[in-house]
């Protein structure tokens, strides 16, 4: 599986932003797709993930009531709609996936085995 991310840029605070990730190869086996971030001289951190059957969301408490994730199966897409965007927001953004079902969406980065190549987004205050 390979992962395509796109959308980031600079935008201001309180601005919206949206980031969509392209899954292409197996992506049959896909059963999660999700978001990190990573901040500067940070870790990555999870943002949020979707379950591609079904449908089912989880999100970080950072980003709670801002964000949105949702998937189109008919293109193997998903996106992160990112609303009133803070400074604190600024970073990298990977794609993420994985093919093995779990019960709940997984929030390490060890869950995931495809990572797509990141995508600047940068806030100003």
């Known amino acids: 599986v390979q992962l395509q991310a796109s959308g980031g840029g600079l935008v201001q605070a309180g601005d919206s932003l949206r980031l969509s990730c392209a899954a292409s190869?197996?992506?049959?086996?896909?059963?999660?797709m999700g978001w990190f971030h990573q901040a500067p001289g940070m870790e990555r951190e999870f943002v949020a993930g979707?379950?591609?059957?079904?449908?089912?969301?989880y999100y970080a408490d950072s980003v709670k009531g801002r964000f949105t994730v949702s998937g189109d199966n008919a293109k193997n897409t998903v996106y992160l709609q990112m609303d009133s965007v803070k400074p604190e927001d600024t970073g990298v953004y990977y794609c993420?996936?994985?093919?093995?079902?779990?019960?709940?969406?997984?929030?390490?980065?060890?869950?995931?085995?495809?990572w797509g190549q990141g995508t600047q987004v940068t806030v100003s205050s």
């Open positions: 979707i379950n591609w059957s079904g449908g089912r969301s």
């Open positions: 190869g197996r992506t049959f086996s896909i059963y999660t």
């Open positions: 993420v996936a994985k093919n093995s079902p779990s019960a709940i969406i997984l929030t390490t980065t060890r869950s995931y085995q495809y």
